[in-house]
C-alpha cells in the first residue's frame, strides 16, 4: 500500500481499509477529508468522505503539519485505545472480577453507557464471541483452580457463579469433558486424546473426552504443553492422537489472525480470549 501527503487519488487498498473500518490498519496511516478538514484512523465509524476527497497520509503529525485536525470520535492522534477500545477492554476486566455473579448485557449496559444490542454487536465485532461466552469460559477457568486446590465441588460451584448443583454439573460437565468430581480426581481412570496445532499465541493443544472437550492450553513448545497436560490431568490415560481430530485443527487455525485490540492486552487475558473463542467453536 502506498501512501502519500499529496492530495493525489487514495489507493485502491487504502480506500477498501476505510470503506471496510479495517482495524487491522489502525496504525499503519491515517485518512483525511478534503471536505472537513478531519483526519482519522481506517477504522473510525464517522461517515465517509467521497473516495475523490480523501487523502492518507502515514502518520498523524504529518496529517497536522498539513492542517488537518484529528476526529474527535476515533482520536487517531493518540497512541492509545480508541474510546471503543477502552470500553472492549473494560467489558473484559469487569466480567474477569464479576463472573460470579449474574452478568448481564443490561449490566454491562450501565457499566459502559452503550446499549445492550450495540454493546453485543461490538463486543463480538472486536472480540470475536459475546460476553456470556467469555464469562461461561472465565467460569470453568476458576472452576477448575477451585478444584484443584481441594474445595468441594458444591462451594467450588457456588463460588463460581453456579447457581444450583444441577446447574453445575450439566453446564460444568459440558466444558469439563468430565464431571467435576471426576476432574478434581485428577482425571481418574478417564481417557484423554489430544492435538497440537500453531496459533496466533504459540502452540496449542486441545484435548478431550468422549463426552467433549477437556481442556485448551497455550504454551512455548509441545513438550511443555505435554506437561501442562499431564500436571492436570495426573489419573488419566492420555495418548496424543495420531490422527488429530480435524475440527480441533480447525477451530484452531480458524483463529490465525486476533484484533489489534487483543494485541494491547495482558498475555493472560490475550489466552483467556482465545481459549474462549476455540472453546465456543468445538462447543
Same mark, same amino acid.
Given at each position: ?7 493525489? #487519488?487514495?489507493?485502491? %487498498? ?48 504529518? %496529517? #497536522? ?8 470520535? &476515533? ?62 469460559? &472465565? ?32 453446564? %460444568? ?42 481442556? $485448551?492450553? $497455550? ?6 504443553? !505435554?506437561?501442562?497436560?499431564?500436571? #492436570? ?16 485443527? !480447525? ?6 489472525? #486476533?484484533?489489534?485490540?487483543? !494485541? ?11 481459549? %474462549? ?7
Amino acid at each position: 500500500m502506498t501512501t502519500t501527503n499529496e492530495p493525489t #487519488e487514495i489507493s485502491t %487498498a487504502a480506500w477498501e481499509a476505510v470503506s471496510n473500518r479495517d482495524r487491522h490498519y489502525d496504525g499503519k496511516f491515517v485518512y483525511a477529508a478534503l471536505t472537513t478538514g478531519i483526519y482519522c484512523r481506517p477504522s473510525c465509524p464517522a461517515r465517509h468522505p467521497h473516495r475523490r476527497n480523501t487523502l492518507i497520509f502515514p502518520t498523524a503529525a504529518e %496529517a #497536522e503539519q498539513r492542517g488537518y485536525i484529528p476526529c474527535r470520535r &476515533c482520536h487517531p492522534d493518540s497512541g492509545l485505545l480508541t474510546p471503543t477500545e477502552q470500553t472492549i477492554k473494560a467489558v473484559l476486566v469487569y466480567i474477569k472480577s464479576q463472573f460470579d455473579q449474574t452478568i448481564t448485557l443490561d449490566t454491562l449496559s450501565q457499566v459502559t453507557g452503550l446499549s445492550p444490542n450495540h454493546l453485543q454487536q461490538t463486543f463480538k465485532r472486536i472480540v470475536g464471541l459475546s460476553p456470556k461466552v467469555f464469562c461461561d469460559v &472465565c467460569r470453568i477457568v476458576n472452576l477448575k483452580q477451585r478444584l484443584k486446590q481441594g474445595e468441594s465441588v458444591t462451594s467450588a460451584g457456588y463460588a463460581v457463579g453456579y447457581g444450583s448443583s444441577r446447574a453445575l454439573y450439566e453446564k %460444568a460437565t459440558k466444558n469439563l469433558g468430565m464431571t467435576p468430581a471426576t476432574y478434581q480426581r485428577g482425571g481418574e481412570g478417564v481417557r484423554i486424546g489430544y492435538a497440537i496445532a500453531s496459533a496466533v499465541l504459540g502452540p496449542t493443544l486441545i484435548a478431550g473426552t468422549v463426552d467433549g472437550i477437556c481442556t $485448551v492450553l $497455550v504454551g512455548e513448545n509441545e513438550k511443555s504443553l !505435554a506437561v501442562q497436560l499431564r500436571d #492436570e490431568f495426573p489419573k488419566a490415560i492420555i495418548t496424543r492422537d495420531k490422527v488429530p481430530v480435524s475440527k480441533w485443527l !480447525a477451530a484452531i487455525q480458524s483463529f490465525r489472525a #486476533e484484533d489489534p485490540l487483543l !494485541a494491547k492486552l495482558t498475555i493472560d487475558l490475550r489466552i483467556e480470549v482465545f481459549q %474462549a473463542k476455540v472453546w465456543k467453536v468445538l462447543q
